[in-house]
T-cell receptor, first 109, second 111 residues
């Protein structure tokens, strides 16, 4: 079976750093994605990891350890507009995409 | 570049009625997905097409849900008859083989 776990909710303060963890157990692995989803909107792509290590893109970074079935999304210099759900998704084989339940992040001033 | 288009944006129907959703993917994208997202949960894959063939429909409730992708482009998802638990956002996404792009979704409320 396929299983992707994330915390349900997190809170943080504006300007701070937050790390959202994701663990997965899938039948195969062809990459891990992070998506951002604001309330009432479609998910938008944030990052993609297929090899172990850290991928940095501006204020957002994503890390992958394939041997541990583990990833995290790191958000720096948090802004109010970062309040959203963050979805971890795994591709167990080419083009298939399975999502976790998502982590709802609330940023407070 | 035009994104994934879906219609309608919102739909309210009574239980036991039927409903259909339409999706126009990004031009050239061979893979098309339909996801169901219940409030507070992550998207759940219902069906995946590669061109006009079905790759995965293992989580599609086939007694009431059906989907087709004619000519490998547009797709429709139908529910007949609808149940209260079908209330959700139905997301269509298409992929270029690297990344999935999502439409705005159709919010279905079954009363």
């Amino acid at each position: 079976g396929q299983n992707i776990d994330q915390p349900t909710e997190m809170t943080a303060t504006e300007g701070a750093i937050v790390q959202i963890n994701c663990t997965y157990q899938t039948s195969g692995f062809n990459g891990l994605f992070w998506y951002q989803q604001h309330a009432g909107e479609a998910p938008t792509f944030l990052s993609y990891n297929v090899l172990d290590g850290l991928e940095e893109k501006g204020r957002f970074s994503s890390f992958l350890s394939r041997s541990k079935g583990y990833s995290y999304l790191l958000l720096k210099e948090l802004q109010m507009k970062d309040s959203a759900s963050y979805l971890c998704a795994v591709s167990p084989n080419t083009d298939k995409l399975i999502f976790g339940t998502g982590t709802r992040l609330q940023v407070f001033p | 570049e035009a994104g994934v288009a879906q219609s309608p944006r919102y739909k309210i129907i009574e239980k036991r009625q039927s409903v259909a959703f339409w999706c126009n993917p990004i031009s050239g994208h061979a893979t098309l997905y339909w996801y169901q997202q219940i409030l507070g949960q992550g998207p759940k894959l219902l069906i995946q097409f590669q061109n006009n063939g079905v790759v995965d429909d293992s989580q599609l409730p086939k007694d009431r849900f059906s989907a087709e992708r004619l000519k490998g482009v547009d797709s429709t998802l139908k529910i007949q008859p609808a149940k209260l638990e079908d209330s959700a956002v139905y997301l269509c996404a298409s992929s270029d083989g690297q990344q999935a792009f999502f439409g705005q979704g159709t919010r279905l409320t079954v009363v």
